[in-house]
């Protein structure tokens, strides 16, 4: 019954095997999210994925639907084909990222803030940014822009090609105008700073007309001609929380959105907890015994482990915030870093420093290439207070301290019934 497979095809048959192992792992690395098992301490899992079997990954799993249905539910990933550090050497291009409770929290509770000020811009309870207002802005254009304001909080990935391959990131919270004629239901307002009452779409332009072919991130440049993202649609503003990954991974992936939205994406929030993430307890303190208090005494044990490194190594939690700016000469955006950035927001003695984290306006949700389209607005600002989100990081340590113990006793668990089992 056996069959005699000829050498050649057998060592074919082995490259390929070899070949495909890397998709394997892939597969593996979304198998693992969907059912729980991240590895412990981190905010990614990456693999090696080259550009081909990047394709194969999404052929074989019939495209994103996949990918974010059975495979991984609610599934995150960056795909970067070309990913290069500064010493050129590749990095692992397919990242599986992981929600942590920093991720979870933080995010959210930042969209609370901006939710509710969006409301109030839109029921004209918002300060007026320009003074132009007496009291509380009632300009039309500005409640208008505010109306079609839309959070995507873990929600929409950003792409930099059309193509199913293409480069993408998938942030933690992004902020987009919706594509509508701003100024329409007779609501133009009537002062003079409007000065393009005849083109009022918001960045939704043709795909065919543009280059979309997206091999290389550097030659692929969305909105170099007057088209905005070449037909894809970009957030104005982007958020990414740094726990486990690097000050300088964090810092280029703020400024890739930048780069490759060619400015669309205006405004980009790094929030940097890498330095306390450097503190954060990576084996937790098993509780004394059975029970709640116990296991509350062992999370207290390891959070006060966690605020003597704080001390020690003079830790921070810092927000960085970039803004495109555009070189008139070559018309291609670069991010530059806002004044006052970095901010501490979080102190070595892990306490709120001041009453603002940071200032945002409405404008910096808005690419300034939509913005001239659509005519200036009255600018409203928001603050996000240090304090909250001093307390929304104090949860998230206790809840992720919490979650990382349970998992390492299952993992200790597990790895006695098997010595149990072998011995
Ligand atoms: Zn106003």
Not at 84 to 99: A, E, L, M, N, S
Not at 182 to 189: K, Q
Not at 240 to 250: C, M, R
Not at 345 to 358: H, N, Q, S, Y
Request: hydrophobic fraction near 30%; aromatic fraction near 6%.
């Amino acid at each position: 019954m056996a069959t005699v497979i000829p050498a050649k095809r057998a060592r074919e048959g082995s490259r390929h095997a070899r070949k495909n192992r890397r998709v394997e792992r892939a597969k593996q690395l979304i198998r693992n999210y969907g059912r729980g098992e991240w590895p412990p301490n981190q905010d990614a899992s990456s693999c090696t994925l080259y550009l081909g079997e990047y394709r194969q990954l999404l052929q074989e799993l019939n495209g994103g639907d996949m990918l974010n249905g059975r495979f991984g539910h609610g599934l995150r990933y960056d795909y970067t084909a070309d990913n290069r550090g500064k010493d050129r050497k590749r990095r692992k291009q397919f990242v599986v990222r992981i929600p942590t409770a920093f991720h979870l929290f933080l995010p959210k509770t930042i969209e609370e803030t901006i939710v509710q000020w969006i409301i109030a811009i839109r029921e004209g309870r918002a300060q007026c940014g320009t003074g132009a207002c007496p009291q509380n802005c009632v300009h039309n254009r500005t409640q208008e822009v505010a109306k079609y304001l839309m959070p995507y909080y873990n929600g929409a990935p950003i792409r930099i090609s059309a193509l199913a391959e293409s480069d993408k990131k998938h942030p933690s919270l992004s902020y987009m105008l919706e594509d509508r004629e701003i100024e329409d239901n007779g609501l133009d307002s009537d002062d003079s700073d409007s000065d393009d009452s005849d083109s009022n779409d918001l960045g939704n332009n043709n795909l065919d007309n543009n280059n979309l072919d997206g091999n290389n991130s550097d030659n692929n440049n969305p909105g170099s001609d007057d088209s905005g993202g070449g037909g894809l649609r970009f957030p104005g503003l982007v958020l990414e929380v740094g726990w486990s990954q690097t000050s300088f991974a964090l810092r280029r992936k703020c400024e890739w959105y930048i780069r490759n939205s060619n400015g669309e994406v205006r405004t980009v929030i790094g929030i940097d907890l890498h330095d306390l993430y450097q503190c954060y307890p990576k084996s937790k303190t098993q509780p004394n015994g059975p029970g709640e208090l116990a296991d509350i005494q062992a999370t207290n044990e390891d959070i006060c482990k966690m605020a003597k490194a704080v001390k020690e190594k003079k830790a921070t939690g810092k927000i960085f915030i970039w803004r495109a700016e555009i070189d008139s000469c070559t018309n291609r955006a670069k991010a530059v870093l806002r004044e006052n950035s970095p901010h501490v927001f979080l102190d070595e003695d892990l306490k709120p420093v001041g009453e603002i984290a940071f200032l945002l306006c409405l404008e910096d949700f808005i690419s300034v290439r939509v913005l001239k389209k659509i005519g200036a607005t009255h600018n409203p600002q928001v603050a996000i207070g240090s304090k909250l989100l001093h307390a929304c990081f104090k949860s998230a340590v206790v809840c992720q301290v919490r979650e990382g113990r349970e998992n390492e006793m299952k993992k200790n668990k597990e790895k006695s019934d098997g010595g149990g089992l072998t011995g």
